[in-house]
């Protein structure tokens, strides 16, 4: 995908070459199909479009540039894993979760073919090297979610260094004191990775930093709820994605001009697709770059995604961290309560998970909610029944998907997809 030529820096990277070509030149052809032959996009995709077409390059040597520098690079898989902290020792997180199926034989050696794709994409990506952001971190960081990934990292330890965060199940009080001595542990880790002390000044800037991407994703949203909406879910999955591995502050000042594109639009009541297409919400497990598979079939389908509740969504960017608190005691503080809103479906009982579903839907005026849980996930396919019985009783119809990263089952997801859609019929404006 890229136009300037990176080949020494992945080879110093120990990239696989001709596999690393042949997944960018995949990712230039779906990229190509999915969103640059949409009509009437926004200018300020532009910005988007050259990230994406720089994510194994220009980013990456960005990485490298500020690793020869001296800062480090963390990886991550989850929402949960407090970017404020990272900050304010002065290194880059980037998040590893990769979309696509690219590995999975290399990974089954080493989990268990029933594992999620979401799983065996990141051991992939590894184990046939092909991720340069997995070569360029200098500390990977997992955490107790769900079963498939705590045991994945295990034997993934064996190939990076790894560090595991432990997530508690509920949300009691106990359950808070640990993830407060879990915030704490690992902000003694950043400390000793870096060097750097983390004082109360870098803590308050990275709270800032990170609330400001949230507040411009928070803004974004909400315009969304115009009818006509005046962007498309595929261009949103593809901002919420770049949000996790972009420079937080170019990131934000990108969206908030976006905005102010969009705001212009919504005033003109102009949108990506007529008042009557029914407009609907995704929920479930987080879609990570390049998984762009479900959108596509939605929005090729007659509808338009006004919503994600989802990881890669508005479940990062809910909840604002406490901006108010001094000391470093109090931010920690405040960085436990923000994070244990997470709705997870790792947690039990998730009560306010079905709490936002119901509220998103209401907020964005939505005619149906799709709900995809990645095969294998136990946690998001037990709570595909939750959000199913809740939705009924809201007279919100849904429809729920199984799926994965291949296109064996396109054709099939565009059947019930298009059933779906007929289902639910034009809007009434
Ligand atoms: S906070 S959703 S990012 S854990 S799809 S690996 S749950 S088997 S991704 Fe997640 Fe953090 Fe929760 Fe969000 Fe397991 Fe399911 Fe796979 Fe999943």
């Given at each position: 995908m890229t136009a300037i030529n990176h080949t020494s820096m992945w080879e110093t990277l120990n990239l696989d070459i001709p596999a690393h070509d042949g997944l960018l030149e995949?990712?230039?052809?779906?990229?190509?199909?999915?969103?640059?032959?949409?009509?009437?996009?926004?200018?300020g995709m532009e910005y988007l479009d050259f990230v994406l077409s720089e994510v194994h390059g220009l980013r990456i040597k960005e990485?490298?540039?500020?690793?020869?520098?001296?800062?480090?690079?963390?990886?991550?898989?989850?929402?949960?894993?407090?970017?404020?902290?990272?900050?304010?020792?002065?290194?880059?997180?980037v998040g590893l979760c990769s979309g696509a199926d690219a590995g999975t034989e290399a990974a089954e050696k080493i989990v268990p073919r029933n594992t999620c794709a979401l799983i065996k994409s990141f051991v992939g990506f590894k184990l046939?090297?092909?991720?340069?952001?997995?070569?360029?971190?200098?500390?990977?960081?997992?955490?107790?979610?769900c079963d498939g990934k705590k045991k994945a990292y295990e034997s993934f330890a064996e190939h990076v260094p790894m560090y595991v965060m432990e997530v508690p199940q509920q949300k009691n009080a106990c359950d808070r004191d640990l993830w407060k001595a879990e915030i704490l542990r690992f902000k003694d880790e950043?400390?000793?990775?870096?060097?750097?002390?983390?004082?109360?000044?870098?803590?308050?800037?990275a709270i800032k930093t990170v609330n400001d991407r949230r507040r411009a994703l928070q803004r974004l949203n909400k315009l969304r709820a115009a009818v006509p909406v005046p962007i498309?879910?595929?261009?949103?999955?593809?901002?919420?994605?770049?949000?996790?591995?972009?420079?937080?502050?170019?990131?934000?000042?990108?969206?908030?001009?976006?905005?102010?594109?969009?705001?212009s639009r919504v005033q003109k009541k102009q949108g990506v697709a007529e008042s009557s297409v029914p407009r609907l919400l995704l929920s479930g497990c987080p879609m990570a770059v390049p998984?762009?598979?479900?959108?596509?079939?939605?929005?090729?389908?007659?509808?338009?995604?006004?919503?994600?509740?989802?990881?890669?969504?508005?479940?990062n960017t809910r909840d604002l961290v406490d901006e108010s608190a001094d000391t470093v005691d109090d931010m920690i503080d405040a960085i436990c309560d923000r994070y244990l809103k997470i709705d997870c479906a790792c947690f039990t009982p998730n009560t306010e998970r079905l709490e936002n579903i119901t509220a998103m839907a209401k907020d964005l005026n939505v005619d149906g909610v799709i709900h995809y849980?990645?095969?294998?996930?136990?946690?998001?396919?037990?709570?595909?029944?939750?959000?199913?019985?809740?939705?009924?009783?809201?007279?919100?119809?849904?429809?729920?998907?199984?799926?994965?990263?291949?296109?064996?089952?396109?054709?099939?997801?565009?059947?019930?997809?298009?059933?779906?859609?007929e289902m639910i019929g034009s809007r009434e404006n």
């Open positions: 995949v990712l230039g052809k779906f990229y190509n199909d999915i969103y640059l032959s949409q009509e009437g996009r926004l200018k990485l490298q540039d500020a690793k020869e520098s001296g800062k480090k690079v963390i990886g991550t898989f989850c929402v949960f894993v407090p970017e404020e902290l990272t900050l304010a020792a002065d290194a880059i997180q046939a090297k092909i991720c340069p952001y997995t070569e360029s971190c200098d500390l990977v960081v997992g955490e107790t979610t950043l400390e000793t990775l870096t060097g750097n002390k983390i004082t109360a000044e870098r803590l308050k800037e498309s879910g595929r261009d949103v999955l593809l901002i919420n994605q770049v949000s996790f591995y972009d420079d937080p502050v170019r990131f934000t000042t990108s969206i908030n001009t976006l905005c102010d594109e969009i705001e998984n762009w598979k479900l959108p596509f079939v939605i929005e090729g389908s007659n509808a338009v995604v006004v919503g994600e509740e989802s990881c890669i969504g508005t479940r849980a990645l095969m294998f996930c136990q946690p998001y396919a037990n709570e595909a029944l939750k959000v199913e019985r809740i939705m009924k009783k809201e007279g919100v119809p849904m429809l729920s998907i199984e799926t994965d990263y291949s296109m064996d089952d396109l054709e099939q997801l565009k059947t019930r997809v298009g059933a779906f859609i």
